[in-house]
């Protein structure tokens, strides 16, 4: 067990609609990370936020957006959906101790867009 | 930019052989490199880092990797094989700067033991 906590665990729903990805960081973590694991791109880095505020960004459509509040737990929101979105999304937390910040994944939040 | 090429998607050992499982790295910056293994329906556990200092990285599970910065490669190896290692095993790289946080995956190994 990471720490790390990802809510829901499956997810189906339809194309067009919009979805909610929690996570809940490792105690005491400040960084955020979300990934997408889809067969075809495989595991691909979408976003980070520390404590708070975006801090990288990387392949994430403008379809998505993230936000970590103040008890650092951190939402993914999935709009306008597409099959394509379908995919295993992870989340990983990590301290602030100095490179190289080892990441913790949760157990990801697969979704299914039909 | 950096990137990370994992050579073979798909390994297959007999249990009690040499495990070698093949990832090399480009970076513009010193880089951070990690092995993690992803068992079925699981998320990603670390197996080991590499960040500065000695070049062979032991893990977790009887793994260890090396550092080999001028054929930039860090291949992953473990003695020998048991039944419970069968997962998928993915090399990543981070970097500095804005950089360090972000990690960049290979596209995955799938190692099968046969008994």
């Known amino acids: 067990d990471s720490g790390v906590t990802q809510t829901p665990k499956h997810l189906i729903t339809a194309t067009g609609q919009r979805v909610t990805l929690r996570c809940s960081p490792r105690?005491?973590?400040?960084?955020v990370y979300w990934y997408q694991q889809s067969l075809d791109q495989g595991l691909q880095f979408l976003i980070q936020?520390?404590?708070?505020?975006?801090?990288a960004k990387g392949n994430i459509l403008e379809r998505f957006s993230a936000q970590q509040f103040p008890d650092l737990h951190s939402e993914l929101n999935l709009s306008s959906l597409e099959l394509g979105d379908s995919a295993l999304y992870f989340c990983?937390?990590?301290?602030?101790?100095?490179?190289?910040?080892?990441?913790?994944f949760g157990p990801g939040t697969r979704l299914t867009v039909t | 930019a950096q990137s990370v090429t994992q050579l073979g998607s798909h390994v297959s050992v007999s249990e009690g052989a040499l495990v070698l499982l093949r990832c090399n790295y480009s970076?513009?910056?010193?880089?951070?490199l990690f092995w993690y293994v992803q068992y079925p329906n699981q998320g990603l556990q670390l197996l080991l880092k590499?960040?500065?200092?000695?070049?062979l990285v032991k893990g977790i599970n009887g793994f260890e990797a090396e550092f080999k910065k001028s054929e930039t490669s860090f291949h992953l190896t473990k003695p020998s094989a048991h039944m419970s290692d069968a997962a998928e095993y993915f090399c990543?790289?981070?970097?500095?700067?804005?950089?360090?946080?972000?990690?960049?995956f290979g596209q995955g190994t799938i190692l099968t033991v046969h008994p």
């Open positions: 990983a937390s990590s301290g602030d101790r100095g490179p190289p910040y080892e990441q913790y």
């Open positions: 105690s005491g973590d400040l960084s």
């Open positions: 936020y520390y404590n708070g505020e975006e801090r």
């Open positions: 970076s513009s910056v010193p880089p951070y």
């Open positions: 590499y960040t500065t200092g000695a070049t």
């Open positions: 990543a790289v981070s970097g500095g700067g804005t950089s360090y946080g972000k990690l960049t």
